[in-house]
């Protein structure tokens, strides 16, 4: 089944998230495409790069745009033929990284968009701080004419401190808590669907809920694995 594509993904950011899309790749090639020996598997290199903490604001951005931009050369070097970013944050530099590659680089922002459309009309955005001032998902989302409600001011601090608790090792259960109570504040008959925009979050969230989660990295997974094994844009 090697096709002689490589998957190349920057991680680090975070590496539990990093490890999670790992784990959702080899499942979804076993599961949707019949991978069974060890040449129907995917070809992956990971790179897990400490890039400077831009959850919460911008101010070292700048660093680490010029490692990111460093590392898509790398992994195209090495014959990646497929990039991507297990970071949602990190999409806000898509097109200057893109310049970077003539291989295509999968935007997790916009997997998740397209899944989005045509399911729901107006979803609750749950991301991190830097995401949600920047209106990464909320420009988006408006192109394709969904609503987008986003937590208020408040409840920024903390969304950064679940997702720095995911970064940090710290028990799921109190976070998982902490979200889903975040959640409840702003879900009503009005919301018909939960996006996760930022990839540590689902590592924190229910796997079932009463209206539909766009999990960001199990769509991103879903989405290039399909490039992989199709060789086609999807």
């Known amino acids: 089944m090697n096709n002689k594509q490589i998957i190349g993904v920057i991680g680090g950011m975070g590496p539990q998230a990093s490890c999670e899309l790992y784990r959702l790749l080899i499942e979804g090639a076993r599961r949707d495409f019949g991978a069974r020996n060890n040449d129907d598997f ?3 290199l990971i790179d897990s790069v400490p890039v400077p903490d831009f959850l919460g604001n911008t101010e070292k951005m700048e660093e680490a745009a010029r490692m990111l931009e460093s590392r898509v050369r790398r992994l195209t070097e090495h014959g990646a ?5 297990a970071c949602n944050t990190a999409c806000i530099l ?3 990284l893109q310049k970077q590659t003539d291989k295509p680089l999968i935007s997790v922002v916009d997997e998740v968009v397209n899944d989005v459309v045509g399911k729901s009309t107006n979803v609750l955005l749950l991301a991190s701080p830097t995401s949600l001032r920047l209106g990464l998902y909320q420009l988006a989302l408006s192109r394709y004419n969904v609503s987008c409600v986003v937590p208020k001011q408040k409840d920024f601090r903390e969304l950064e401190y679940i997702i720095r608790g995911v970064l940090g090792g710290e028990k799921r259960d109190p976070l998982m808590r902490k979200l889903v109570h975040i959640a409840e504040r ?3 008959d009005s919301i018909d669907g939960i996006v996760l925009g930022c990839t540590e979050l689902p590592l924190v969230f229910p796997s079932t809920y009463r209206i539909p989660v766009y999990d960001s ?4 997974a879903e989405s290039v694995l399909k490039r992989y094994y199709t060789k086609e844009d999807v």
Do not use: H, K, W
């Open 186 to 188: 702003y879900v009503d």
């Open 94 to 96: 898509s097109n200057r």
């Open 81 to 85: 033929t497929i990039i991507t970013m």
């Open 217 to 220: 990295l199990s769509i991103l």
């Open 42 to 44: 995917p070809e992956i």
